[in-house]
């Protein structure tokens, strides 16, 4: 029923999306880039990882434990590093490096278990891929549903959240402004601690669902990273749903632009497949820095301008 | 012949102080004069090994006219051999390859440096950050998978251009580093002292008020990428003809990027000799992890790089938290070209007096001292 293609693209899209919304919520909230944030999805890989390798039961166990797994270390990052730099006063780009020298240290320990686990255990950690541990329903693989259930679900959670509840008004109150938000009784913490925890929830779900479908390792999350920077950027990074946008689009046109491009030239230019992200995120940056979703209004601005000046005219 | 092993660790060390020493200095002048947080700069280094491991056999091999009939890359370690033993007694060719590869992977990289530089040069931090780490990315990419660049995932020999100088070639080497070294060096200090530094401390420090005053802020800034792009480059250049090999798998985000700036950030932002400790403790700590790798590797079940990672790390985050400003920070630097004692006299003759200047204050040894003596009264 679906060619491969699809397939890939969509479980693709579906992972991307789910991060690249983790990382604007947290660029809206702390005004910092986490790239932190890759690392928590390969916690997520080596949930699944040890679930089907390890205990020899169903991947799909390891979607909780992503997320709780991940949920706790976006805590402790934020707890941990950012709040208590911010503390002392370190702006931005000391926030940014200390993020990058956390990326470090957690992917170091995210390799010693995976040294650990083929050394003691005897089990290859490396490389693997887990399609024949999955489930399916015809011709569709079980990632595939679960995993677009699984982004539609949380797309419509953040929107009810973001418009229906308290505390999602309460951030996007932070959002705007944080200092009028605290003045007018808003817990900032609160609200940038259950962010980070999000984004980390988040990533680490993503990360569950890579090695159903993608050959993973700990190199995965940086496979991940660039393209989630890019659909980020290219999304404008001021709304959730500029993200949405973003992670589709971005993935799509990596997957399919790059099958296309391997059909005309030969298959040795597949292994470029990164740098068509980074061209569209260049090419966006020069010409609309606010991104798709500045597009949008502008379009939007624009249209609803030429509607009213011809109702005018027609009275 | 303990001696021996030790004086050779030594050259070992001190070729990579001089190698980091080069980036470094240069990040410093981007982040630490004018601000801008260049996170790819293992594209620069990346892009002056690639610029030397693609032209300097091509061109001796077109020069000795060695084996022309074979593939460069897939019989690479044949045409090098046959290429090194021409150089060993044509001193002329090598010094001149050598000049004209690192004034190659100037040019080329000056240009490189404004192409990554462009989309994001405008714009605030995060998105500078974001281009920037994405580029390099690329850079590796590029070098990984292009197999007639540099080999691809394996690697390609660098004819030795010093061959001539026979037993002496790692000391000789050596001395030719310290002198690119200190060019740079030399350079970079006589324009961060110049006007040139003033206007660059004034875009730092308001980009705004900067341009304000007539100062083309977007221009300043892409000058100074593509600047201190071309001069990183040369430490590329020199590691390429250091090790006699191009590896693109070398080129990583943890050691050309993250540990050049864990680097400057321990010596101190905004001043070279802080660069320049920093440089030296850290290189220092790093050589004899590796030294002693082998002797930590029986007791863990893990390789060891894993543990200098986390350690590097945490020493980061420890050093942000405790002194950001660094071992040596940032003074107000006299600038060449202003007549600081005919300020003095101008505002003494307006009637203005001038704060006397503070006394210095004691150092923590004499403090120490000090409350020792009142003590024993």
Not at chain 2, 138 to 150: D, E, H, Q, S, T
């Amino acid at each position: 029923m679906f060619p491969p293609l699809i397939k890939d693209a969509l479980v693709y899209a579906n992972c991307v999306t789910m991060m690249s919304i983790g990382f604007t919520l947290v660029y809206l909230i702390s005004r910092i880039p986490n790239f932190a944030q890759s690392t928590f999805a390969v916690v997520g890989v080596y949930c699944t990882f040890s679930m089907v390798r390890i205990l020899e039961i169903n991947p799909y166990v390891a979607m909780p434990l992503g997320v709780i797994l991940g949920a706790l270390l976006a805590l402790v990052v934020y707890l941990g590093i950012v709040n208590t730099l911010t503390k002392y006063g370190a702006g931005p780009i000391l926030l940014t490096i200390s993020l990058l020298a956390l990326q470090q240290i957690f992917l170091a320990g995210i390799n010693i278990y995976a040294d650990y686990v083929r050394n003691v255990l005897g089990i290859y950690s490396r490389g693997f891929m887990l399609r024949a541990n999955d489930f399916r329903v015809g011709d569709m693989p079980g990632v595939l549903i679960v995993s677009s259930v699984t982004v539609i679900v949380v797309i419509v959670g953040m929107h009810y959240m973001l418009t229906r509840t308290q505390f999602g008004i309460a951030m996007r109150a932070t959002v705007e402004n944080a200092p009028l938000a605290s003045v007018l009784g808003i817990n900032i913490k609160k609200v940038s601690i259950i962010s980070w925890m999000i984004t980390g929830g988040l990533a680490g779900l993503a990360g569950t669902f890579l090695p159903l479908w993608f050959s993973s390792g700990p190199g995965s999350g940086g496979m991940l990273a660039t393209s989630v920077f890019a659909a980020s950027v290219v999304g404008g990074l001021t709304n959730i749903y500029g993200a949405i946008l973003g992670g589709y689009v971005i993935s799509l046109l990596e997957v399919w632009g790059s099958y296309l491009l391997m059909k005309t030239f030969g298959l040795w230019i597949g292994a470029y497949r990164l740098l068509i992200p980074l061209a569209l995120m260049s090419i966006i940056l020069m010409y609309e820095p606010g991104g798709l979703a500045a597009l949008i209004e502008r379009l939007r601005v624009k249209f609803l301008r030429a509607k009213k000046v011809r109702e005018e005219e027609s009275k | 012949m303990i001696d021996d092993i030790f004086l050779k660790w030594c050259i070992d060390l001190f070729m990579f102080f001089l190698l980091y020493l080069i980036v470094t200095m240069n990040l410093n002048f981007m982040y630490g004069y004018t601000g801008i947080p260049h996170f790819g700069i293992s594209l620069s280094v990346a892009g002056g090994g690639y610029v030397v491991g693609a032209f300097t056999g091509r061109i001796l091999r077109w020069i000795y006219n060695v084996y022309p009939e074979l593939d460069f890359m897939y019989e690479n370690s044949k045409i090098t051999n046959q290429i090194n033993t021409h150089l060993a007694n044509d001193p002329f060719t090598g010094i001149g390859i050598f000049l004209l590869m690192v004034v190659l992977s100037l040019v080329l990289n000056a240009g490189l440096g404004y192409i990554v530089s462009r989309p994001a040069i405008r714009l605030s931090g995060s998105y500078l950050i974001i281009v920037l780490i994405g580029m390099a990315e690329a850079m590796r990419i590029i070098g990984m998978n292009y197999y007639p660049l540099v080999g691809g995932t394996f690697w390609v020999h660098v004819p030795d251009v010093f061959n001539w100088m026979g037993n002496f070639r790692t000391e000789g080497f050596l001395i030719i580093c310290t002198f690119f070294t200190l060019g740079i060096f030399l350079l970079l200090q006589a324009m961060s002292t110049s006007p040139l530094g003033r206007v660059v401390r004034a875009v730092r420090e308001n980009p705004t008020s900067a341009e304000c005053v007539g100062k083309d802020v977007v221009g300043i800034r892409t000058k100074v990428v593509v600047l201190c792009s071309a001069l990183t480059s040369i430490a590329g250049v020199l590691y390429g003809f250091y090790i006699h090999a191009v590896l693109s798998t070398s080129y990583t985000r943890s050691a050309w990027t993250f540990y050049p700036w864990l680097m400057f950030m321990v010596g101190g932002v905004g001043n070279n000799m802080g660069a320049a400790v920093g440089t030296f403790i850290f290189i220092t700590l790093r050589r004899l992890i590796i030294f002693f790798k082998h002797d930590i590797e029986i007791f863990v079940p893990f390789q060891v790089q894993w543990l200098e990672q986390i350690l590097t790390g945490v020493m980061l985050l420890l050093i942000i938290m405790f002194r950001p400003q660094g071992l040596l920070p940032e003074k107000p630097t006299k600038m060449r070209g202003l007549d600081y004692d005919g300020f003095h006299d101008e505002l003494e003759n307006k009637g203005i007096k001038i704060p006397e200047k503070k006394a210095k204050k004691d150092n923590m040894l004499q403090r120490l001292l000090a409350r020792l003596r009142t003590r024993k009264k």
